[in-house]
């Protein structure tokens, strides 16, 4: 029975000591590097856009990533909604549901701003609609932000 003891002993202090006494480069886990974070500007303009009608502004993106896209209009007073999509989605397509669309946006606030999960590379399209009865200007931007990028 005394030998029982010895072996438990002899087999129980040394884990003790290794589980209490800090084990040299294992103080803090390095893990994988991060990514380095990217914005790259994909699309922008200024647009007309006559009264009562929608237009397609149509950009390709090179990288999975997500997308920050913003639309904003000189008059308040008014409604332009905006809808990101895959390409091809045209105004055609849309009013049928044929299109398959990643956001539906309407005011307010103004501008409409959003930013999207993650999107692999191809041609997307903003459908940008003025419910005015007057001709109104848009100014549109879209950002593109890789894996190392936090979300803003």
Same mark, same amino acid.
Request: charged content about 15%.
């Given at each position: 029975?005394v030998? #029982?003891?010895r072996?438990? =002993?002899?087999?129980v202090?040394?884990?003790?000591?290794?589980?209490?006494?800090p084990?040299?480069g294992?103080?803090?886990p390095?893990?994988?590097?991060s990514?380095?974070?990217?914005r790259?500007?994909? +699309? /922008?303009?200024? #647009? @007309?856009?006559?009264a009562?009608?929608?237009?397609v502004?149509? +950009?390709t993106?090179?990288?999975?990533? @997500?997308? @920050?896209?913003?639309?904003? %209009?000189v008059?308040?007073e008014?409604?332009?909604s905006?809808v990101?999509?895959?390409?091809?989605?045209? =105004?055609?397509? +849309? @009013?049928?549901?044929?299109?398959?669309?990643?956001?539906?946006?309407?005011?307010?606030p103004?501008?409409?701003?959003?930013t999207? /999960? %993650?999107?692999?590379?191809? =041609?997307?399209?903003?459908?940008? =609609?003025? +419910?005015? #009865?007057?001709?109104?200007?848009?100014? /549109?931007?879209?950002?593109?932000? /890789?894996?190392?990028?936090?979300?803003?």
């Open positions: 029975m030998k #029982t003891n072996t438990a =002993a002899v087999i202090v040394p884990l003790c000591i290794l589980a209490l006494g084990i040299s294992c103080d803090t390095a893990g994988p590097p990514p380095e974070c990217t790259e500007i994909v +699309f /922008t303009a200024e #647009t @007309r856009i006559p009562s009608t929608q237009i502004q149509s +950009f993106i090179p990288n999975t990533g @997500r997308l @920050r896209y913003s639309v904003d %209009w008059d308040p008014h409604i332009v905006v990101l999509a895959q390409a091809p989605c045209g =105004a055609d397509e +849309f @009013r049928v549901q044929g299109c398959n669309v990643i956001a539906d946006l309407s005011p307010p103004k501008p409409l701003t959003d999207t /999960t %993650w999107l692999r590379p191809g =041609a997307y399209d903003l459908l940008i =609609a003025n +419910f005015a #009865t007057v001709e109104e200007t848009t100014s /549109t931007n879209v950002v593109l932000s /890789t894996a190392g990028c936090l979300v803003p």
